[in-house]
């Protein structure tokens, strides 16, 4: 019975030592696995065939007037399911502006509007994009038109996701009001009243499809 006891003890000290071993080798494992996993952000790019960039401005008090684009383009990146870390970037070429009226849009393309042979491009960055509940967000940016750079706000609705077979798209309408005078925008006739031929504020509305494209985070 003497020589039982030794036995029994040397069998249990060496089921414990193995057992410590299999759980050293486990624990290195499973963080090298943990290590090499990959995080990704979602970038999506413009589908600028089924988007839009247009304005509208009062003419002589009385009715409005609207215009659009014809090229432009845009980015979406963000980590977050719920876009409120996304960062925006817009560019517009504002010699592609049309009101459906050639000498106007001569004119908006002249240095009384735009200057689109010296500054060819309006841009936008974000700074910000608060998700307000719902379908509803605010989007905060800076706005360059000419040399002028300003804070924006714009009102953004959220249309929803799709799966198609060329892969994700997402959409959203994004809607501000600007003073155009603060880009230098500076055409200011007025009226045999006294009121603007052409408004100071202008409404931007921009609708927008994007296509999902997958960005490996370094």
Do not use: C
Request: charged share 25%.
């Amino acid at each position: 019975m003497k020589k039982i006891v030794p036995v029994s003890a040397f069998l249990l000290t060496v089921a414990i030592i193995v057992s410590s071993f299999i759980g050293v080798e486990k624990t290195p494992a499973f963080a090298s696995v943990t290590n090499n996993s990959k995080n990704f952000a979602t970038k999506w790019t413009l589908d600028k065939g089924h988007s839009n960039v247009k304005f509208t401005v009062t003419h002589m008090v009385v009715s409005d007037v609207d215009g659009s684009f014809k090229n432009f383009d845009g980015t979406v990146e963000h980590t977050k399911p719920d876009y409120s870390d996304a960062v925006v970037t817009f560019t517009v070429d504002v010699a592609s502006v049309n009101t459906d009226n050639e000498n106007r849009d001569k004119h908006l393309k002249s240095d009384d509007f735009f200057n689109a042979e010296k500054f060819p491009q309006m841009k936008f960055q974000s700074t910000s994009f608060k998700p307000l509940g719902g379908n509803k967000y605010q989007l905060d940016g800076n706005l360059t038109i000419r040399d002028i750079t300003k804070p924006v706000s714009f009102e953004v609705t959220y249309g929803g996701s799709i799966d198609t077979q060329r892969g994700k798209k997402i959409g959203f309408k994004a809607k501000t009001t600007v003073n155009r005078f603060d880009y230098n925008l500076k055409w200011d006739r007025a009226t045999e009243a006294g009121s603007l031929v052409v408004a100071k504020e202008v409404v931007i509305t921009i609708n927008t499809e994007f296509n999902e494209v997958k960005t490996e985070v370094k």
